[in-house]
């Protein structure tokens, strides 16, 4: 962290102020995974419909994306974050109060807007702060992977405190801290020019030139494929499956992110030693190895070891691959909501395939079709490692 010594003050509390807001952001966004099948037995949903709820949260991650970096050049950073980090309480009210799977959806949605444009912020500030460092990047990632840690506590414990709306009671404390993180990015020393003003008819698309730039994209598109199905089906698979309980199930999900966590604090500490390319490269070896392993787990033990090694595994990834297109994130301010954008694609396609292929087949064949996009990022790591790492260097 010895980048953090050189920055002054200011820069060093809007870091502090990213790295609370994405421990909320971390907290709620994976809170899904925990409350789904209770939800889904609450409202009577399908599993069908509960996938296509989980594609509404990444579509809604998506398009935000893609806003959160238009919208500042119009209206200013911090309006901009705030309007849209504000849509997350709206969601989690409509969870609370209907049943109507319309109105689910647009919930979701809502979460996922949210989400997207807190990731976009975060990540393009603590880039630029930091300037691409890949330390900030994962020390950031680890905060969001203590938030999704805590996801599924939060919800056994408030569960054991009220009973069957225990649930409801997890969201609305979710919303109070959502209110806190408001205040934060109201509070924060961000500038709030009219960019358009200043840079009419200059606007640069030529990091869509850039073979970083789509490596970048290729291979978020297939890790957010596996993440997003992995985290948000795991529970509901390891229940339908009769491999463990609710609880044992939930506190899965827990370790998963626990393990999460360990990885991305691991490449705080590699990234200094090991490049990019061997980095990337060893931990989605890893991922690969340990879901296949995980799919093959029938006792608790191996279930266990599976999923540390694959969430040690899987880490890394997400930071480590942000910071390959670091320098176009750096000039051009909208190439970042395209990544998220085009990467996060991923994120909704392969819930939604899960799904499906869960009711009509098995939950078990769905899981398994993540093995596709696996094997696909890992194939775009090797692009990285022998056909780009070089240009990044002499870049």
């Known amino acids: 962290m010895t980048f953090y010594k050189t920055l002054d003050t200011t820069s060093r509390y809007i870091l502090f102020c990213c790295f609370f807001i994405f421990f909320v952001n971390g907290l709620y966004s994976m809170i899904f995974g925990s409350i789904l099948p209770i939800l889904s037995e609450t409202y009577q949903l399908s599993d069908t419909i509960s996938g296509v709820l989980l594609s509404a949260h990444q579509a809604g ?24 980090s504000s849509f997350v309480i709206i969601g ?9 799977p319309l109105l689910l959806l647009l919930g979701f949605f809502f979460t996922g807007i949210s989400r997207g444009s807190i990731s976009n912020f975060n990540n393009k500030t603590v880039n630029d702060i930091s300037n691409s460092n890949p330390v900030a990047l994962n020390f950031l990632h680890s905060m969001f992977a203590i938030g999704a840690l805590l996801s599924p506590f939060l919800v056994l414990g408030v569960s054991s405190l009220f009973g069957s709306s225990g649930w409801k009671v997890a969201l609305i404390t979710i919303i109070i801290l959502i209110i806190i993180s408001q205040v934060m990015f109201s509070k924060m020393p961000i500038e709030e020019d009219n960019l358009v003003r200043k840079n009419r008819g200059k606007k640069d698309y030529s990091f869509f030139k850039d073979a970083l730039f789509w490596n970048t994209i290729s291979i978020i598109f297939f890790y957010l494929c596996a993440e997003s199905a992995i985290t948000g089906w795991l529970v509901t698979y390891f229940i339908s499956q009769e491999l463990l309980t609710i609880s044992q199930a939930q506190m899965i999900s827990s370790l998963l992110w626990l393990s999460i966590l360990i990885g991305r604090l691991m490449c705080v500490f590699m990234s200094g030693r090991l490049s990019k390319g061997i980095l990337i490269t060893v931990i989605s070896i890893g991922s690969s190895l340990f879901y296949l392993l ?9 279930i266990v070891f599976s999923i540390l090694g694959l969430g040690i595994s899987m880490g890394g990834i997400y930071p480590t691959a942000m910071t390959i297109a670091g320098q176009s994130i750096k000039k051009h301010p909208m190439a970042l909501g395209w990544i998220l954008v085009i990467g996060g694609l991923g994120g909704i396609t392969m819930p939604m395939i899960t799904g499906y292929l869960s009711e009509k087949l098995t939950i078990f064949h769905g899981m398994a079709a993540i093995i596709i996009a696996i094997v696909l990022m890992l194939l775009s790591v090797f692009w990285y ?9 002499y870049k």
Not at 70 to 77: N, Q, T
């Open 92 to 100: 989690f009210f409509l969870m609370i109060v209907t049943s109507q």
């Open 294 to 302: 995980l799919l093959n787990s029938n006792s608790l033990a191996m």
């Open 61 to 84: 991650n998506l398009i935000a994306g893609f806003i959160a970096g238009l919208l500042p050049i119009y209206y200013g950073r911090k309006k901009s974050i705030l309007f849209l």
């Open 385 to 393: 490692q022998l056909v780009n790492e070089k240009k990044e260097i």
